[in-house]
C-alpha cells in the first residue's frame, strides 16, 4: 500500500458496516487521496490520518452529524498523532448549521495561566531565556480542546461523547500501528522525548519507534474516559487538573487549579465576506487567519487575475500578503484584550488603499511599508492538524487543533497521557523576537495572564454557485497562503478538482522575512526568474509544507467528495 493511501478522506458509503471494515476500506484505497462520493454519498470527512477519518464515518454511521463526528475525528487524532493535536492543545472549530444556517466559530484556544509572569521568559538582564516558550511547564498554555469537545456535544451534536470518543479510547487503550509519518517525526524529536516529562510513552523502549510498532496509550484512554463519563469536569476539575497543574509548576510554570476550572470556550462571529461573487467565511481572531485571507483577497479584487502559478497574478498575491501580514503584525490580537478595528481592517476602502501601492511589475519592499523590527529567524516547525467535514442534512465543520510545535511542550502530567502544548510562543515575546514561525508580531500580542495568543490557523468554508468548499491546513503562518491559494484556484475553476487544489504547489510570504519561499517541486526557473525579475527574492524552501483537508458538497444534489493532501502521509511531506 503506498504510504499516500494512509491519509485518504473518502465520501461516505451509507452502505458500510462495522468499525474495523471501514478501517479496512481506508487502508486498501491506494491508488489516490481523493474518492469522489457517488450520488448517494451525501457526507464527507477528511482528515491527516485514516484511523481518525473512520472514528468520523463509524460516528455518521451511527447516526451522529458533522458535529459529532467532528468529536470523533479530534479525539482520534489526539491518539494517533499526538505530535500535532491533543487534548493538551486547542483550536478553532468553524461550525455551520443546515437547521437555521447558523455559523459560528468555537474559539477554544488555550489562554495564559493567571499567573503568568514576564520573569518566567527573560533573564535579568532583559534577554528572553532560550527555549522558555517551547519547552516545559513555562511553555504550555491552558487546553482548550477537551471543552471545545464537550460544547460541541452539548450544543450541535445528537450522540453521547460515550459513543463519540470510543473510537479515540479504544485506539488509545489497544494502540495503533504506527506509520512512517509517526516514525519520522518521533527519529527526529527522540532526544526532546528521551529528556521530556513522562515523554517516553511515545517511545519504543527509549528509542524512536519503527514503521508498525503499536503504540498504546492506556493512561490517554483513562482521561478520554473520564471526559466521557464526567464531561468538562473529567479534564478541568479531580485527578487530571490536579496531575497536569502538579506537572506544569515542577516544569517551571505557574498554573492554578482555577485556571482550568474557569477555562471557556467562547462562540464567536466568523469573518464572513464576499469576494468576486463568492462569500467566504473562516476563522476569526484571535486567529489572524480569516482577517488574512479577507484583506488579501480584497486587495486583489482590484485587479484581473489569471492563475494561480501565473508569475503576473503570483506576483499580485504575494504583495497583497505582504501588507496582510504587515497587519497582522500591527493589529492583531486576542479581541478581549487589546481593541482590534476589524471591520476597518477587511473594509474594501481599506484594501483599495493599501492597494493603491501595488504595481503589476515591481516588488515593494517590506521595511517600505512601515517599521520592520530585527532578529534571527529561528528553525520552522510543521505541526498542527486539520479536519473537514460535510454530513447529508448540509452541517459542515471545518477545524484546525493543534499543541503547537512537533509534541509540544513535552511535558505528560503524571497518570494523564495529556501531551500538553507549547502554545505560548505564539505570543509576541519582543518586537524584535521571532516566534518558531519566524513571525514578528506587535506588543498588541504581548503575553497577559488569561490571554489567547494570536494564530494562523485559518478553518474556512467558501460558497459559489458549484456549491460549498470547506478546508484548512496546518503549517504554522503558512496556513494563510496555503488557504488563500486554494480558495483562488477552486474560484477559477469551472470544475471542481479537490485532489488538484490540496497538491497544487505553494508559495508564502508573510512580510517578514521579506522574501517568498516556494515549495521545492512544482515552479520552474522560468517562474522563479519572472519573480525576481519583479524584484522578489526567491528562497527554495527544503521541503514541501501543509497537510490540507477538503471536502466539497455540491449545491445541485448534495453530492460530496473529499480530499486529503498528498504531502500528508509521504515520508518528506509532514
Ligand atoms: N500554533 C500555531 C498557530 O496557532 O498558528
Known amino acids: 500500500m503506498r504510504e499516500r493511501a494512509a491519509a485518504a478522506a473518502m465520501g461516505r458509503r451509507s452502505s458500510t458496516g462495522a468499525w474495523w471494515r471501514l478501517v479496512v476500506f481506508t487502508l486498501i484505497v491506494s491508488c489516490a487521496a481523493v474518492r469522489h462520493a457517488g450520488a448517494e454519498q451525501t457526507a464527507a470527512v477528511a482528515s491527516a490520518h485514516p484511523l481518525a477519518t473512520a472514528a468520523g464515518h463509524a460516528v455518521l454511521e451511527r447516526g451522529g452529524n458533522a458535529f459529532d463526528a467532528a468529536i470523533a475525528v479530534a479525539a482520534a487524532l489526539a491518539v494517533v498523532e499526538p505530535y500535532s493535536s491533543g487534548l493538551g492543545g486547542g483550536g478553532f472549530f468553524l461550525l455551520h448549521r443546515a437547521a ?140 487530571v487538573a490536579a496531575a497536569m497543574v502538579d506537572a506544569v509548576n515542577r516544569a517551571g510554570g505557574a498554573w492554578r487549579a482555577a485556571d482550568l476550572t474557569g477555562y471557556k470556550v467562547i462562540e464567536r462571529e466568523p469573518v464572513r465576506f464576499e469576494y468576486r461573487g463568492a462569500t467566504i467565511t473562516a476563522a476569526a481572531l484571535p486567529s489572524a487567519g480569516g482577517i488574512a485571507l479577507a484583506q488579501s483577497l480584497a486587495m486583489l479584487e482590484g485587479f ?153 490557523m485559518t478553518p474556512a468554508f467558501v460558497e459559489d454557485d458549484k456549491g460549498v468548499l470547506v478546508l484548512g491546513a496546518p503549517g504554522g503562518s503558512r496556513i494563510v497562503s496555503q488557504v488563500l491559494l486554494a480558495t483562488l484556484e477552486y474560484l477559477r475553476a469551472p470544475d ?40 522578489h527574492e526567491v528562497v527554495v524552501a527544503n521541503r514541501r509544507w501543509g497537510n490540507m483537508q477538503a471536502v466539497f458538497k455540491a449545491k445541485r444534489g448534495g453530492a460530496a467528495q473529499a480530499a486529503s493532501d498528498p504531502r500528508g502521509a509521504g515520508v518528506a511531506g509532514y
Open 304 to 456: 484581473a487575475l489569471e492563475r494561480v502559478g501565473e508569475p503576473a497574478t503570483d506576483h499580485l498575491i504575494v504583495e497583497a500578503l505582504r501588507r496582510a501580514f504587515h497587519d497582522r503584525a500591527r493589529y492583531l490580537a486576542d479581541p478581549d484584550f487589546v481593541r482590534v478595528p476589524v471591520a476597518r481592517l477587511v473594509s474594501r476602502d481599506y484594501a483599495r488603499s493599501r492597494a493603491a501601492s501595488i504595481t503589476a511589475t515591481k516588488a515593494s519592499r517590506s521595511d517600505a511599508l512601515g517599521v520592520v523590527p530585527d532578529g534571527l529567524p529561528k528553525a520552522e516547525s510543521r505541526n498542527t492538524t486539520h479536519l473537514s467535514i460535510v454530513d447529508s442534512a448540509g452541517n459542515r465543520v471545518a477545524a484546525t487543533v493543534t499543541i503547537n510545535l512537533l509534541f509540544g511542550s513535552g511535558v505528560v502530567p503524571a497518570g494523564t497521557g495529556v501531551l500538553l502544548n507549547n502554545e505560548m510562543d505564539d505570543f509576541t515575546l519582543r518586537a524584535d523576537v521571532p516566534n518558531a514561525f519566524m513571525l514578528k508580531g506587535g506588543l498588541a500580542n504581548r503575553i497577559e495572564p488569561r490571554k489567547r495568543p494570536l494564530s494562523s
Open 100 to 239: 437555521d444556517s447558523a455559523q459560528v466559530m468555537v474559539d477554544a484556544r488555550e489562554t495564559a495561566p493567571g499567573a503568568v509572569a514576564m520573569s518566567q521568559y527573560f533573564d535579568r538582564d532583559g534577554r528572553p531565556i532560550p527555549g522558555a516558550t517551547v519547552r516545559g511547564g513555562t511553555a504550555a498554555a491552558i487546553p482548550g480542546l477537551p471543552a471545545a469537545l464537550v460544547h460541541l456535544e452539548q450544543r450541535y451534536g445528537k450522540l453521547p461523547l460515550a459513543v463519540t470518543l470510543a473510537p479515540a479510547i479504544r485506539l488509545a487503550r489497544e494502540g495503533f500501528q504506527v506509520d512512517s509519518r509517526y516514525a519520522q517525526i518521533a527519529k527526529m524529536r527522540e532526544s526532546f522525548l528521551q529528556s521530556g516529562v513522562n515523554t517516553e510513552v511515545f517511545l519504543d523502549r527509549g528509542r524512536a519507534p519503527q514503521t508498525g510498532y503499536r503504540l498504546r496509550q492506556p493512561a490517554l484512554a483513562a482521561t478520554l474516559e473520564r471526559i466521557a463519563r464526567s464531561g468538562a469536569a473529567g479534564f478541568y476539575e479531580g485527578p
Open 496 to 535: 471542481v478538482d479537490l485532489a488538484r487544489l490540496v497538491a497544487m504547489p505553494r508559495y508564502h510570504h508573510q512580510y517578514w522575512p521579506d522574501h517568498v519561499e516556494v515549495e521545492p517541486q512544482g515552479f520552474s526557473a522560468e517562474w522563479r526568474a519572472a519573480m525576481s525579475a519583479k524584484g
